[in-house]
């Protein structure tokens, strides 16, 4: 009787333990760190745009796979690099955490307030998400930060302009070197559409909804009456910018532009390409950025231009 009291005690002793390890290690683990015992997938469609990066891009996962002392790589992995998201509550994002495991992520749900991470309204798309992160996370940025829709790939990613029209082939071959020395870059290198701009002072006025809008709102945005005659930057509000970029700006400056989104009357696919037609200004380029699509290319994804994607 009294043995097999020590050995159900003992036993009791040991789960309890195990328990408490399990407990501690993922207490460890917040939203954004992953487990360091969690192997990385590697991409369902592994493709020739992407595989003479990998090998050069992965260098960290594979120490994050191999080396079981997260003390070491704790300090380079977790806050180097970010995506930041806006997503529909029934989108499904699971590949960002499962395919680019050597990046951290926020993404923001927009329509549902009861959502771990959340907007206030959904207003504006995209945009409202990712100023609220840069108003949120102003004072600790990781180096680098990518602006990205919540698709991975197919017909809603058409404007992610690799072969597979993938996000993920896009971010694993992202020179984050490049972003850290130009401080900003469209994730799109194809100039249509974006490229030539927008013509806000157009006389007669345009029809198109969002040049009309575009000037009021650049006088709301930037406190100025000095409108340009033109502003463009290939579409589809996808992009990378350093932390030092952000940082050329007040933190009052994106808490402001956070306000006109949500205030502004404009409807919502307006105020959202007001702003797609924007983010290049606001981290620091001229009205007009539209590279040189090959430049472009090799110096975002380090990769030459795919001539089938730029034939017409
Ligand atoms: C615009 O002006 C307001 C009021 O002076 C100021 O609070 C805000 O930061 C300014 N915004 C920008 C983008 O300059």
């Known amino acids: 009787m009294r043995l097999s009291h020590r050995v159900a005690s003992a036993a009791l002793l040991i789960v309890l333990s195990i328990v408490l390890i399990k407990y501690h290690l993922d207490s460890l683990n917040n939203d954004s760190l992953r487990p360091f015992w969690r192997s990385s997938k590697k991409s369902k469609h592994p493709d020739i745009i992407t595989h ?96 990205l829709h919540p698709h991975r790939d197919g017909l809603d990613g058409w404007h992610t302009d690799n072969p597979a029209h993938n996000n993920v082939d896009s971010i ?55 409108v340009p005659e033109e502003v463009g930057a290939p579409c589809c509000s996808q992009f990378a910018v350093s932390r030092d970029q952000v940082l050329q700006r007040p933190h009052s400056d994106y808490v402001w532009f956070y306000n006109w989104v949500l205030e502004t009357d404009l409807p919502d696919n307006v105020a959202a390409a007001v702003l797609e037609n924007t983010w290049h200004v606001i981290f620091g380029k001229d009205a007009v950025f539209c590279p040189d699509e090959a430049q472009c290319y090799e110096d975002v994804y380090g990769i030459p231009r795919p001539e089938s994607l730029f034939s017409t």
């Not at 984050?176 to 030539?196: E, M, S």
Request: with cysteine.
């Open 52 to 147: 003479v990066r990998t090998r050069i891009n992965f260098p960290k996962s594979s120490v994050l796979k191999t080396n079981p002392s997260r003390e070491k790589t704790e300090i380079i992995v977790p806050n180097d690099r970010i995506i930041v998201m806006a997503k529909l509550k029934d989108v499904d994002t699971n590949w960002v955490g499962a395919e680019l495991a050597e990046w951290k992520y926020k993404i923001y749900t927009v329509d549902d307030t009861l959502a771990p991470t959340h907007t206030p309204k959904n207003k504006g798309r995209e945009a409202l998400a990712y100023l609220q992160y840069i108003v949120d996370h102003y004072h600790d940025l990781p180096s680098t930060i990518v602006f």
């Open 172 to 226: 694993r071959s992202l020179q984050t070197d490049y972003i850290q020395k130009a401080g900003f870059a469209n994730l799109r290198c194809k100039q249509a559409p974006g490229c030539p701009g927008l013509k806000p002072l157009r006389h007669p006025p345009s029809r198109k909804t969002v040049e009309n809008a575009f000037a009021n709102a650049w006088v709301e945005l930037f406190n100025t009456t000095n």
